[in-house]
């Protein structure tokens, strides 16, 4: 069994910044990718920055140079660092995270957490 549980999401001020954290525990043997997705409402869920073991990053072009994502391989955690948030980052934020355990490689989620930017 594996779990990501984020943290870090809150109510924020337009040009104000936040820190995202999400930490895996459980069985696991190894992690590949680790990445930030959201979902606003009434729309699917997209990329928002992702991360190889190695620390290789791909970012979405509505965040790029704003966001930086990081992770801490001896912690299974990775992060997400966002400044100059704007109203149109207001969504629920999801850590994604490509784990292997005893038997297979497996994609895993986090529950979520809400950041919300006020105008």
């Known amino acids: 069994q594996v779990q990501l549980v984020e943290s870090g999401g809150a109510l924020v001020q337009a040009g104000g910044s936040l820190r995202l954290s999400c930490a895996a525990s459980?069985?696991?043997?190894?992690?590949?990718?680790m990445g930030w997705y959201r979902q606003a409402p009434g729309k699917q869920r997209d990329m928002v920055a992702t991360?190889?073991?190695?620390?290789?990053?791909t970012y979405a072009d509505s965040v790029k140079g704003r966001f930086t994502i990081s992770r801490d391989n001896a912690k299974n955690t990775v992060y997400l660092q966002m400044n100059s948030l704007t109203p149109e980052d207001t969504a629920v934020y999801y850590c994604?995270?490509?784990?292997?355990?005893?038997?297979?490689?497996?994609?895993?989620w986090g529950q979520g957490t809400q950041v919300t930017v006020s105008s």
């Open positions: 991360i190889t073991y190695s620390g290789s990053t």
């Open positions: 459980g069985s696991i043997f190894g992690i590949n990718a």
């Open positions: 994604n995270a490509n784990v292997r355990t005893r038997v297979r490689w497996s994609d895993y």
